[in-house]
């Protein structure tokens, strides 16, 4: 198993430009979600899911967009960069929910100028 | 709301020293309690975890306690290590509807040095 990956490893973006960050994993997870990680504000949840067409917002979701049609994929989208978006971004996954062991990705480090 | 706090941000020890990491939830419906080790340039990973129907639990040199009264957790890690050194994080369940519902929060995160 590859367990969780995540592409691309590093990106920049300029302002106002769209991307997506990818999320896979083959466990056969039904939980996922997306985290972005900054230096003295530890890991915050964007969006989580809890299974294929099911996904919901976490503490900080605004600028971020999410969609689960398989249960193996995660993507997570930024529709318009700001700065304010520079951050190292980590994907998770677990068996069944919030209370299951969570299995991170490598993490992608986004820069927005 | 929702809420974790964790300090301190970060911990210098000694080889040999014990360290401790104390975190706080805002939830008393919280009922599980894990605790993430990340090393440089890698994802979190779980390193224990402790779930509300018990006050305490060990593995080998790490351990964590749970006051559910006082809504506060804590890592303990003993006869601590050079290969220690990392970024600790602690997190709380905030389940909706079923145990498969809701979300995992972190604290902010402790990064512990162990010098030789």
Redesign the interface.
């Known amino acids: 198993n590859a367990g969780v990956t995540q592409t691309p490893k590093f990106q920049v973006l300029k302002t106002g430009q769209s991307m997506t960050l990818q999320c896979a994993q083959d466990m056969n997870h039904e939980y996922m979600s997306w985290y972005r990680q900054d230096p003295g504000m530890g890991l915050r949840l964007i969006h989580y899911s809890v299974g294929a067409g099911i996904t919901d917002q976490g503490e900080v979701p605004n600028g971020y967009n999410v969609s689960r049609s398989t249960t193996e994929d995660f993507p997570l989208r930024l529709l318009s960069a700001a700065p304010s978006q520079t951050s190292v971004y980590f994907c998770a996954s677990s068996l069944q929910g919030p209370l299951y062991e969570q299995y991170f990705g490598p993490g992608t480090r986004l820069t927005v100028t | 709301g929702?809420n974790v706090e964790?300090h301190p941000?970060t911990l210098s020890v000694q080889e040999g020293d014990s360290a401790v990491i104390k975190c706080t939830y805002s939830d008393s419906a919280s009922?599980?309690f894990?605790w993430?080790k990340q090393e440089l340039g890698?994802?979190?990973?779980?390193i224990i975890?402790i779930?509300s129907n018990v006050g305490e639990k060990k593995d080998q040199r790490i351990a964590v306690t749970l006051n559910k009264t006082a809504k506060h957790f804590s890592l303990h890690i003993t006869e601590t290590q050079p290969e220690d050194s990392a970024v600790y994080?602690c997190?709380a369940?905030?389940?909706l509807f079923s145990?498969?519902?809701?979300?995992?929060?972190?604290?902010?995160?402790t990064t512990l040095q162990v010098k030789p």
């Open positions: 929702e964790q941000s009922n599980y894990p993430y890698k994802g979190p990973q779980l975890d779930r994080f997190a369940s905030f389940t145990s498969n519902t809701g979300k995992l929060i972190f604290g902010q995160g």
